[in-house]
């Protein structure tokens, strides 16, 4: 019986407020809220680039702890060049910069904002070629010694292992989100 009230009371409370004149909020606020979805939805590609090079910042120091790009080292040892060294030179660089570049991409994947993921994807190439390259060269202005065959190699590895994991941790989020709903 009190099933049958409330559902009879859900239909009262519908139709009372079914039946409210419509009201047009201020100019300003839809506005305010129309730029706040906008920007969210479609934020500045060099504002995610900066949050993307914040995180290569902190995610490459830690990985020149496990695998030290062109000499430079947090700690001492060789960490995986010992492992992509057994393959060669070239399959090192690749390896090395797979790494450096594809750990950032993955950790950005995963905690950026869903409007700063889709910003990098619709022009990753060009962010992660440049992130690439600016690497490259903050390490050339470091004191790293490089072969310009070998640069070449760790800036495709970089390239390569960074677009993979960007795509690996959207379908990682997206697979995610979708089992969440």
Same mark, same amino acid.
């Given at each position: 019986?009190s #099933? #049958?009230?409330?559902?009879? @009371?859900?239909? &009262? @409370?519908?139709?009372?407020?079914?039946?409210?004149?419509?009201?047009?909020?201020?100019? $300003?606020? !839809?506005? #305010?809220?129309? @730029?706040?979805?906008? $920007? @969210?939805?479609?934020?500045?590609? !060099?504002?995610?680039?900066? #949050?993307?090079?914040?995180?290569?910042?902190?995610?490459?120091? /830690?990985?020149?702890? +496990?695998?030290?790009?062109?000499?430079?080292?947090?700690?001492?040892?060789?960490?995986?060049? %010992?492992?992509?060294?057994?393959y060669?030179? %070239?399959?090192c660089?690749?390896?090395?910069?797979?790494?450096?570049?594809?750990?950032? =991409?993955?950790?950005? =994947?995963?905690?950026?904002?869903?409007?700063?993921? &889709?910003v990098?994807?619709?022009? &990753?190439?060009?962010?992660?070629?440049?992130?690439? %390259?600016? =690497? !490259?060269?903050?390490?050339?202005? /470091?004191?790293?010694? +490089?072969?310009?065959?070998?640069?070449?190699?760790?800036?495709?590895?970089s390239?390569?292992?960074?677009?993979? !994991?960007?795509?690996?941790?959207? /379908?990682?989020?997206?697979?995610?989100?979708?089992?969440?709903?």
């Amino acid at each position: 019986m009190s #099933k #049958k009230q409330s559902v009879q @009371d859900w239909a &009262r @409370d519908f139709e009372c407020f079914a039946s409210v004149e419509e009201r047009v909020p201020p100019l $300003h606020v !839809s506005a #305010k809220v129309f @730029d706040a979805v906008h $920007h @969210d939805l479609n934020p500045e590609a !060099s504002w995610v680039f900066a #949050k993307l090079g914040l995180i290569q910042l902190l995610v490459g120091a /830690l990985v020149l702890a +496990m695998c030290p790009q062109f000499g430079i080292s947090i700690f001492p040892g060789m960490g995986l060049m %010992t492992l992509f060294m057994r393959y060669g030179e %070239t399959a090192c660089m690749l390896g090395c910069g797979s790494v450096f570049l594809g750990a950032s =991409s993955l950790l950005g =994947s995963l905690i950026l904002r869903p409007g700063e993921i &889709r910003v990098i994807r619709r022009s &990753r190439l060009l962010q992660l070629g440049v992130m690439a %390259t600016l =690497s !490259s060269g903050v390490f050339a202005c /470091l004191g790293g010694e +490089m072969m310009v065959t070998l640069g070449v190699a760790w800036v495709a590895g970089s390239l390569l292992g960074g677009l993979g !994991s960007l795509e690996l941790g959207w /379908l990682v989020r997206s697979r995610l989100r979708r089992g969440i709903r």
